[in-house]
């Protein structure tokens, strides 16, 4: 059974920065490329980036690109997201997706971040 | 990037009903789309790829259609268990892309 648990996760002020990682289990995750997903509040659903399944190359929405990177270990099955001069837009679910046969076709519980002073 | 025009934003049906969601991309995007169900508090589940490509296990009263820039989702036979909001995606061109969703509600 695919696994995905996200974490790290929080309350975290405008400015600074936050790490988030995702363990999977239940597929080859060195197979795969991955995905960050992520839902506002209002429900808006928001595609973050993705990383081959080797870590030798990322793709990113433009618009996150320059705060955002997205990083592997195979080793220890686990993506990563580290955000950087986070602002409250960035107040959302985040998801770590597989697209193994489809696109995203799993997804973990996901983890909440909240930017706040 | 491409947008991903979604209605109805909401949608009210009875059990029974069939019931019918569209995206409509700014571009073509070559079928490369997908539909994917959140019921309340968990995460999305893809349904359908490729436009009508239905995942494993998935009942078949959900179907898609579609080409160019306009696609359609169905669900003939609405069940209380497909109460939930519905999104497109298209993967045809970086940055995918959502559309805003559709919240499906029992009337």
């Known amino acids: 059974e695919v696994q995905l648990v996200e974490s790290g996760g929080g309350l975290v002020k405008p400015g600074a920065s936050l790490k988030l990682s995702c363990v999977a289990s239940?597929?080859?995750?060195?197979?795969?490329?991955m995905s960050w997903v992520r839902q506002t509040p209002g429900k808006t659903m928001e595609w973050i980036g993705d990383?081959?399944?080797?870590?030798?190359?990322?793709n990113y929405a433009p618009s996150l690109k320059n705060r955002f990177t997205i990083s592997r270990d195979n080793a220890k099955s686990t993506l990563y997201l580290q955000m950087s001069n986070v602002r409250s837009e960035d107040t959302a679910t985040y998801y770590c997706?597989?697209?193994?046969?489809?696109?995203?076709?799993?997804w973990g519980q996901g983890v909440m971040v909240t930017v706040s002073s | 990037d491409i947008q991903m025009t979604q209605s109805p934003p909401s949608l009210s049906a009875s059990l029974g009903d069939k019931v019918t969601i569209t995206c409509q991309a700014s571009?073509?995007?070559?079928?490369?789309i997908a539909w994917y169900q959140q019921k309340p508090g968990k995460a999305p589940g893809l349904l359908i790829h490729?436009?009508?490509t239905l995942v494993s296990g998935i009942p078949s009263r959900f179907s898609g259609s579609g080409s160019g820039r306009d696609y359609s989702f169905s669900i003939s036979n609405v069940e209380s268990e497909d109460i939930a909001s519905y999104y497109c995606?298209?993967?045809?061109?970086?940055?995918?892309?959502f559309g805003g969703g559709t919240k499906l509600e029992l009337k």
């Open positions: 490729y436009t009508s």
């Open positions: 995606l298209q993967y045809d061109n970086s940055p995918w892309t």
């Open positions: 990383i081959k399944y080797d870590g030798s190359y990322t």
């Open positions: 239940g597929f080859t995750f060195s197979d795969y490329w």
């Open positions: 997706t597989p697209s193994t046969l489809a696109p995203f076709d799993y």
């Open positions: 571009q073509n995007i070559n079928k490369y």
